[in-house]
Every structure is written in C-alpha cells, then in structure tokens.
C-alpha cells in the first residue's frame, strides 16, 4: 500500500522556519516527481515545489520562490521541504504529492499520491 506522511507543521512567528516531511512507503519512488502543494480554507490548492526523487534542484511557485527548499533522501524515504522567512500568507494545510513521468506538474489534479497533510499556521 502507497503511503505519504506528512509531519512538521506547526505554529511559528513571522519571519522562523519550519521544515516539513513526507515519508514515502508502498513503493519505489525512484525517478518521481515529488511535490508539495498547500490549501487554505475556501482556496484552491496552490503548487508550492517539485522535485523528481534523486534529484538536486527543484521547481518553486511564484510565491515561495528564494524561501523554500525541496529535497528528497533516499536512505530515509523522505521528502523535505525547508520553508524560511515565511509569511502570514503561507498559512495553510501542506500536503505532499507524487506522480509518474506522464502528464503536468503544477496542478494538483495531475498527481497520483497524496498525503493527507500537515497545518502550518504563521502569526503576524
């Protein structure tokens, strides 16, 4: 069974940090695209980052760009994502997300796998 867990979210100052995780199960994610996206309450979920596993470098939405960090470890099954200077606005539930080589990156609906996601909430 594919699982994706996510942890790490919690209430923080503007300005902190937080890192999230995802723990990945079920299957080999070797060559996935791996991502993040976020939802706030009456809002549509927004991409945040993408990344395929084993890779260095990422892909960031417009607003997250510069302060956030995608990374995938394969010795712990886990993608991260490092979240700097965040802003009242980044208020949101985070939920990680994978997909197959076939298809988009940026919408939620192209994705197969996802977690059921982690409250990041950040104070003015």
């Known amino acids: 069974q594919v699982q994706l867990v996510e942890s790490g979210g919690g209430l923080v100052q503007a300005g902190g940090t937080l890192r999230l995780s995802c723990a990945v199960s079920?299957?080999?994610?070797?060559?996935?695209?791996m991502a993040w996206f976020r939802q706030a309450p009456g809002k549509e979920r927004e991409f945040v980052a993408v990344i395929r596993w084993g890779f260095t470098s990422g892909v960031y939405g417009d607003f997250v760009r510069g302060r956030f960090t995608i990374s995938t470890d394969n010795a712990k099954n886990t993608v991260y994502l490092q979240m700097n200077s965040l802003k009242p606005e980044d208020t949101a539930v985070y939920y990680c997300a994978a997909k197959g080589l076939s298809g988009g990156l940026y919408d939620a609906r192209d994705y197969d796998y996802w977690g059921q996601g982690t409250q990041v909430t950040v104070s003015s």
């Open positions: 079920g299957r080999s994610f070797s060559g996935y695209y």
